[in-house]
């Protein structure tokens, strides 16, 4: 997919990069109002990562100029705002999604990966994964042709890996992304535990190979060995 | 005691004993300038009997005095002659009735006999007079205090209007909902300086105010992209290479900590922006089914902790904002789990709109320092603003939150309809 990361913070304008370059992906960057302006008006993007606060202009206003030129790219808005009427104006405007800093890149990945697929195939797709095929349209899930049966934890988990894939997610960024950023329990996230067990328990005992690997008491990784 | 009151009991005492002892003074005073007055018209009369006798050398007859009476007396020769006055009666003949009088009792050397000589004179007008005066003072006086009790009464209570309107308007301010302090229009200069001063109070608390919670805000807000570089930079190392136990360990504590602070931070914005009024999706909110959603969301975690979960719900809508129903819910759900004894339990009820969350507690009842930002009990893991938060968002919609602890039990019930 083609990505265009529009940031200011350098810093994390690289992680993003970093994180997203892998084969297959092309990756822009534009690090002020006017170099995203400018690109926007030259090429078409699968999606723009649009952080808000720009030191040139108002971020908003490369969502206003997208429509004006009838483009459809997907747009993410990350903004460090965590405001309702900021994400109400910006979802107005025709953004797809919106997300507040701090976040996780694998929760940026997920995000990104969600909206390119709405937008490339009109919700009705298949991601497949080696044996794992994942319809989304109907929401099935499948190890070599044969149907399992997932919970929707397990369901929304195996998705979230699958966009994260080869990539070390950590449990907090899971347990966000399972339960919501506003549930704040314990420091410890043993509780998503219980989830990854039985999604690996019923891939092993379908035939499918066992990609889950935890990774140090930190979180897991999805990937071939 | 009132200020007018006190004032007017010092100025009627005062004005009482002054006055009695003006009435005394003058009373004195006018009947001894009488006396005086009379005492010299009777040593008038004394002199007349006098050049009468050295004229004709003999007394003048009694009879022929128009005012006053004279009465002769013999004395011998060798008695010592005294002059002096005296109060006596004076027998009117016209009006047949004894008045007071004044006698002035002299001796006369009449040729070679000495006459004790009684001149009396009536005292009655003199009395009269000073009576009357008496009188017209008492009533004069009677007057002055009865006037001075009206014009405290009346006037005094609408002279003090002005400071009663601004001590009205000082008491109802109240700085979370910015309410001003209006001029109002008086003449008095006092009043006037004591509004201005109110006023111009008033607006620097409030721009003190502001300036303080717009720090709050911007700081919050400038320290996320730190935050979102640091938690980026983590992330990234994670997939530089494979780690080791040890290193996994240490990153685990670094995202710990940064997730902290990230909510922290979170938790400071809310509480600014509850605090601002910020937060309008104003809905009706139906308590009961959020309830129960968060129920469902939080079942993985009360199976981890092996939290036996009771709920009782009635359906009970409420108009607030849906984000900050569910952060009061999280709040009280996440302290519910926090909080509970291994294999405990958690009670929810929502009945005739009140929300009643209970479940064991580990130690004591919570205090109301509890619901103070940053205040936690040592055994507490979390910030300490959960709490202030519930506070604030009940405060925002006039929910009343009332705490108890029967029987070990921490009990949060939540009033929505009061």
Known sequence: MKILIVEDELPLLESILSYFSEVGNICETASTYSSAYEKINLYDYDCILLDLGLPDGEGLNVLKELKKLKKNDGVLIISARHSLDDKLAGLDLGADDYLVKPFHLSELKARVSAIVRRKKFDGSNVITFNEITVDLANMETSVNGNLLTLTKKEYDLLIYFLSNKGKVVTKSAIAEHLWGDDIDISDDFDFIYTHIKNLRKKFIEAGANDYLQSVYGIGYKFATV | ?418
């Open chain 2, 1 to 418: 005691m009132k200020l007018a009151d006190r004032y007017n009991r010092v100025n009627i005492i005062t004005a009482i004993i002054i006055l009695l002892i003006t009435g005394v003074i003058y009373y004195v005073v006018i009947h001894f300038i009488f006396t005086e007055k009379l005492d010299r018209d009777l040593a008038v009369e004394e002199n007349e009997i006098k050049q009468y006798v050295s004229t004709y050398r003999k007394l003048p007859l009694p009879a022929s005095f128009l005012d006053q009476q004279v009465q002769y007396k013999q004395l011998d020769k060798n008695a010592n002659g005294s002059r002096f006055f005296r109060n006596t009666t004076f027998f009117n003949a016209k009006e047949n009735e004894a008045e007071p009088g004044r006698s002035l009792v002299t001796t006369i050397l009449q040729g070679d006999k000495l006459y004790e000589v009684t001149i009396t004179k009536s005292r009655l007008e003199a009395d009269d007079l000073v009576r009357i005066i008496l009188l017209i003072t008492l009533g004069v006086t009677c007057l002055l205090l009865a006037s001075l009790i009206l014009i405290n009464r009346f006037f005094l209570n609408r002279l003090w209007q002005p400071f009663y309107f601004i001590l009205q308007q000082m008491k109802a301010f109240n700085l979370i909902k910015m309410s001003e302090i209006e001029l109002n229009a008086t003449k008095v200069d006092e009043f006037q300086e004591l509004n201005i001063a109110a006023v111009q109070m008033a607006s620097s608390v409030r721009q003190d105010y502001k300036e303080l919670r717009s720090f709050t805000d911007n700081a919050s807000h400038e320290m996320m992209t730190p935050l979102a570089v640091i938690n980026s930079k983590l992330d990234s190392l994670l997939q530089a290479g494979p780690i080791s136990e040890q290193q996994g360990l240490l990153l685990n504590d670094i995202y710990i900590a940064i997730n902290r602070l990230t909510k922290l931070n979170q938790s400071l914005l809310l509480l600014t922006k509850i605090e601002n009024k910020l937060i309008s999706d104003l809905q009706r909110v139906d308590i009961s089914e959020l309830v129960d959603e968060k129920c469902r969301q939080f079942q993985e975690i009360f199976n981890e902790s092996n939290l036996k979960v009771n709920v009782d719900l009635q359906s009970c809508e409420v108009e607030m904002s849906r984000y900050l129903a569910e952060i009061l819910l999280n709040n009280l759900l996440a302290n519910a789990i926090k909080y509970n004894r291994t294999n405990g339990f958690i009670t929810i009820n929502l009945r005739a709109g009140n929300l009643e969350i209970i479940n064991p507690g580990k130690e004591f009842a919570l205090t109301e320092q509890h619901f103070d930002r940053f205040f936690k009990s040592a055994a507490s893991e979390g910030m300490g603003l959960g709490l202030a938060i519930i506070k604030q968002i009940c405060g925002l919609y006039n929910f009343s939150v009332s705490y108890s602890f029967p029987e070990g039990n921490h009990c949060f019930t939540i009033a929505f309809k009061n």
